[in-house]
Nanobody, 128 residues
Framework: DVTLVESGGGLVQSGGSLRLSCAAS????????MAWYRQAPGKELEWVSS???????YYADDLRGRFTVNKDNAQNTLYLQMNSLKPEDTAVYYC??????????????????????RGKGTLVTISS
């Protein structure tokens, strides 16, 4: 079975950093697209960042420069390095994966419902 397991969340002071991880397993042919989404308290789920199989990455405009996505293909692990964290970054962060994609699908995928798999999330809390 395919599983995505997020880790690395926690409580951090404003201005601090965290690195989230997402361990992927069970993919027969790997993933063509992996992404991070987040849901802040009382708000809708929003897209954070995506990365394609070849390493091309994409970011929400307001997060570019503070967040960095990368992946270790050998370990089947996705990462999200988050720096200069703000209280408004407080959210549950979800990892998601697309198994079959083509063209600009990964670059344009903003809805987690469009991804093939998702994890259960990890809570990030930023104190002011």
């Amino acid at each position: 079975d395919v599983t995505l397991v997020e880790s690395g969340g926690g409580l951090v002071q404003s201005g601090g950093s965290l690195r989230l991880s997402c361990a992927a397993s069970g993919f027969r042919y790997g993933t063509c697209c992996m992404a991070w989404y987040r849901q802040a308290p009382g708000k809708e789920l929003e897209w954070v960042s995506s990365i394609e199989r070849d390493g091309r990455s994409y970011y929400a405009d307001d997060l570019r420069g503070r967040f960095t996505v990368n992946k270790d293909n050998a370990q089947n692990t996705l990462y999200l390095q988050m720096n200069s964290l703000k209280p408004e970054d407080t959210a549950v962060y979800y990892c998601a994966a697309g198994e079959y994609c083509s063209g600009t699908w990964c670059q344009n995928q903003r809805d987690i419902a469009g991804m093939d798999y998702r994890g259960k999330g990890t809570l990030v809390t930023i104190s002011s």
